[in-house]
């Protein structure tokens, strides 16, 4: 019976090691195979596209570009949400997967359907940067039609075409000369009339929030401090790798 026993035991041993042999092994040939790609891929791209519906001209879109292995651009765009944001920052390696991002760029569109009292119905209020002065912004509505004007300020109105505006599918686009520094178009941000923004802004934090990532040949994430009662610090993302030939939906492209 005892030697039954130490049979069993030994059999159970031997099965374990071999379970924790190969993970090992595993676990060395994904680190190896991280570390391959930063040392040989001067540029690496994760991402994720959804909400890829016909009524909308551009999905929602997160893409992420490592650069020399030192560099990270994060970009999250979104026309359902109305939302754009841009993280840079420079990458410190912890180990072999982990990584310290210190971010030194973020920028961030924000907004709401409340209006100062100062503005009138057929206005928008649009607030940014000063290095946007200057520059041109155009006001797109859902049938095509478009309007151009000039950003003067760091506060600036805008007058809209109400008959154009007024109904529950009916869309202003806000195409800004600012370019996405991933993919190859300009930043639009969406207004729609069932909740609509009037007050937007697009401007620069002043104070960054750094965070770490954890990246494997599959895919990326964040590894961020955070509770159910806190908020997290830095952004969060799970990402996956960009294959080469991926082509993203309704014609959009990365810089060649």
């Keep these: 019976m005892i030697e039954r026993i130490l049979k069993i035991l030994l059999i159970l041993f031997l099965f374990f090691s071999l379970v924790t042999s190969i993970s090992c092994s595993q676990d060395k040939k994904e680190n190896k195979s991280v570390e391959n ?28 570009k490592i650069i020399n292995q030192d560099t990270l651009i994060y970009v999250t765009s979104s026309e359902v949400y109305g939302e754009y944001e841009e993280i840079h920052g420079k990458i410190t390696k912890i180990n072999d997967s982990i990584y310290f991002v210190k971010t030194y760029k973020h920028i961030i569109q924000s907004g709401n359907g409340d209006k100062p009292l100062s503005i009138a119905k057929d206005t928008i209020f649009f607030y940014c940067d000063s290095s ?7 006001i797109e509505y859902l049938n095509g039609q478009k ?30 000369d600012y370019k996405n520094p991933i993919v190859d178009e300009n930043v639009e941000i969406v207004s729609k009339y069932f909740n609509p923004k009037f007050f937007i802004g697009f401007t620069s934090l002043r104070e960054f929030d750094d965070f770490y990532i954890i990246v494997n040949d599959k895919d990326v994430m964040t590894l961020n401090l955070g509770t159910e009662s806190h908020q997290s610090l830095g952004p969060t993302f799970k990402l996956d790798r960009m294959k080469q030939g991926t082509q993203l939906p309704k014609g959009r492209k990365l810089y060649d």
Aim: charged share 30%.
């Design 37 to 64: 790609s930063f040392k040989t891929d001067s540029i690496l791209y994760y991402y994720r596209n959804y909400h890829c519906f016909d009524f909308v001209k551009r999905c929602e879109l997160e893409i992420l």
């Design 132 to 138: 946007l002065i200057n520059s041109n912004l155009r």
């Design 147 to 176: 309007e151009q004007h000039k950003i003067y300020s760091t506060e600036n109105k805008f007058w809209i075409n109400k008959t154009l505006f007024n109904k529950d599918n009916d869309r202003l686009y806000l195409i800004l």
